[in-house]
T-cell receptor, first 112, second 112 residues
Framework: ETGVTQSPTHLIKTRGQQVTLRCSSQ?????VSWYQQALGQGPQFIFQ???????GRGNFPPRFSGLQFPNYSSELNVNALELDDSALYLC???????????FGPGTRLTVL | SQQGEEDPQALSIQEGENATMNCSYK?????LQWYRQNSGRGLVHLIL?????REKHSGRLRVTLDTSKKSSSLLITASRAADTASYFC????????????FGKGTKLTVNP
């Protein structure tokens, strides 16, 4: 167990809808990163937050946005869902920018 | 974009045998990490090797890093059925943000 939790476990949405995924990091972890993993692929970096500020972003459109809160929780929001957004979404937290990242179990999103 | 490429894509062995997985990457790195993923769930951190290190051990795991060849290998000795999983290498690029860049993974099956 990594101490990182995500909710919900599974989610089904239709194209065009909006979704919010949640992550609860380990206490004291000031860095959280979000990854998208399509079936059969490795995780792809979406963005990272450090002390509630965005600290880097991957090749994802602006309809992917995030928030990090002072209580070590964070959110990933996706607007105008597309079929290709169907994937496993993973969050990972670390005590600091340069430390090992600890992954949550993921949220599997299906867009119909 | 994916930085690391694991080889082979799939590996099937008998319990007790050793399993070797290789990873190649393209740019200079700060460190390279290996993760395990069971059945499309969260990733479990196995080992981190820094760019100035050549070899690290953790239990039955042995990781080597050759920065001149931009490659790494993960050896699992005396494999068990419970080692059945997908294994990913991930790099942290030198001078970049602390995001992890993953390969596509090696799917390891250990037959009892």
């Amino acid at each position: 167990e990594t101490g990182v939790t995500q909710s919900p476990t599974h989610l089904i949405k239709t194209r065009g809808q909006q979704v919010t995924l949640r992550c609860s990091s380990q206490s004291g972890h000031n860095t959280v990163s979000w990854y998208q993993q399509a079936l059969g692929q490795g995780p792809q970096f979406i963005f990272q937050y450090y002390r509630e500020e965005e600290n880097g972003r991957g090749n994802f459109p602006p309809r992917f946005s995030g928030l990090q809160f002072p209580n070590y929780s964070s959110e990933l929001n996706v607007n105008a869902l597309e079929l290709d957004d169907s994937a496993l979404y993973l969050c990972a937290s670390s005590p600091n920018l340069v430390d090992t990242q600890y992954f949550g179990p993921g949220t599997r999103l299906t867009v119909l | 974009s994916q930085q690391g490429e694991e080889d082979p894509q799939a590996l099937s062995i008998q319990e007790g045998e050793n399993a070797t997985m290789n990873c190649s990457y393209k740019t200079s790195i700060n460190n390279l990490q290996w993760y395990r993923q069971n059945s499309g769930r969260g990733l479990v951190h196995l080992i981190l090797i820094r760019s100035n290190e050549r070899e690290k051990h953790s239990g039955r795991l042995r990781v080597t890093l050759d920065t001149s060849k931009k490659s790494s290998s993960l050896l699992i000795t005396a494999s068990r059925a419970a080692d059945t999983a997908s294994y990913f290498c991930a790099t942290v690029t030198q001078g970049g943000s602390e995001k992890l860049v993953f390969g596509k993974g090696t799917k390891l099956t250990v037959n009892p």
